[in-house]
Every structure is written in C-alpha cells, then in structure tokens.
C-alpha cells in the first residue's frame, strides 16, 4: 500500500503541474459527446488539504468488450480518507490505445462514514474521452468541487 501512495503522490504532483496537456484540452468539445461504454471503479483516498488517489475499474465498450485498468492521481483542497465506488459513462473513445492517459476535471463529495452521492466529470484532453460518473464514498472525507486528475493505465 505504501509503493501505491508513493505512486499516487507522484502523479498527482505531475498532474498539477502539466498544464501542456490541459492546454490541449481545450480543443475537445464537449457539447459533441458520443457514447462508448461504461466504466466502474473501486478507489482509496487519503489527504490533507490536497489527496492522493488509487484503485482499479473496469470499462466496458458499447461491443461489449472489457479492459482492466488502474488509476492514481489526486485533488487539490480535498481532505480525509476514504474509498469511493464510480460508475459511469465514457464518451469520444475511438481506439482503446485512446482510453490511457491523464484526466483533469472536477468531483465533489463529502463522507462521514458512508456519504451521499457525488459526482465526477473529466476528460484525458491529449485525445478527448471523457468520462462522467456518479460516486458513493464511505470514510471521513470533506472533497468539494476542486481541480485535480488521475492517471488511467490499462492493466497487462
């Protein structure tokens, strides 16, 4: 677990400071969005003022194919810990090689001890799939709206 928060913490710092990909971001547009399957996740947390993430998911295409993958990232002005489950949809995913990559957008949430639901919204802006989602978090955790990112690797 600690190898997993090292991980995290480092690309969470990598994450708040690309700002070349963000940039690049700005192409997408995300009034265009077409479906391309779903996606849940099984993510930790813990932090104090800023939070490192780390989990695993399942995306499942519109073909029904399904890929492993793993996440770290984390968020700015989000405190406690916790671990929250995702589902949701993913939009623009063209070619599966598209699906990895850094996320940037927003979630907001709050637990204390089992929370009510939240909700994210991001998008990897090198290639533009974006995933939109709802999450339920169990833990101590204070997470309003707040930038922040995670790093998305298809498992071998």
Not at 99 to 112: H, K, N, Q, R, V
């Amino acid at each position: 677990m600690r190898s997993d928060m090292v991980k995290a913490a480092a690309i969470a710092a990598m994450v708040f400071s690309a700002s070349s990909v963000a940039q690049a971001a700005e192409k997408c547009d995300p009034n265009n969005l077409d479906k391309s399957g779903t996606f849940t996740a099984h993510v930790e947390s813990v932090g104090f003022i800023a939070s490192v993430h780390w989990g695993d998911g399942v995306l499942t295409l519109n073909n029904g194919e399904t890929h492993k993958f793993s996440v770290v990232g984390g968020k700015l002005i989000e405190t406690g810990f916790g671990e929250t489950h995702l589902k949701g949809t993913v939009y623009n995913l063209k070619d599966i090689k598209d699906f990895p990559g850094i996320y940037y957008g927003s979630s907001s949430e709050s637990a204390l001890v089992k929370g009510p639901k939240g909700g994210i919204i991001a998008k990897n802006g090198s290639n533009c799939v974006y995933v939109h989602g709802e999450s339920s978090t169990e833990g101590v955790r204070l997470s309003p709206p707040a930038p922040g990112g995670i790093k998305i690797k298809l498992a071998d």
